[in-house]
């Protein structure tokens, strides 16, 4: 059974910082890119970042570059996303999800996703 599951959300001030992990099981891992994506209220779906399974290609949303770095430990079937100066804008629930990084961080080139981590930045 294809699982994926996000952590480390939670509530954060202003120009602080969060990590969030996603951890697959179930399927060939690192056969897989994995993307990161929010929803905020009454807002889409948008694509935060995806990473590559094998060859590298990293790819970030123009609102967070500079400020998100993404990352992924194949030994550990993890994807990290580091958000750095975060802003009230970034709050949404992020979810995870499995499947090709491209630069147009569509969500149709995804599937299996995880049930997504809270993250609330506000004073």
């Known amino acids: 059974q294809v699982q994926l599951v996000e952590s480390g959300g939670g509530l954060v001030q202003p120009g602080g910082s969060l990590r969030l992990s996603c951890v697959g099981s179930?399927?060939?891992?690192?056969?897989?890119?994995i993307g990161w994506f929010r929803q905020a209220p009454g807002k889409e779906r948008e694509g935060v970042s995806c990473?590559?399974?094998?060859?590298?290609?990293?790819h970030y949303a123009d609102s967070v570059k500079g400020r998100f770095t993404i990352d992924r430990d194949n030994a550990k079937n993890t994807v990290y996303l580091q958000m750095n100066s975060l802003q009230s804008e970034d709050t949404a629930v992020y979810y995870c999800a499995a499947g090709v990084c491209l630069k147009s961080l569509s969500d149709e080139n995804f599937g299996s996703w995880g049930q997504g981590t809270q993250v609330t930045v506000s004073s």
């Open positions: 179930g399927f060939t891992w690192r056969n897989y890119a």
């Open positions: 990473i590559s399974d094998s060859d590298g290609i990293i």
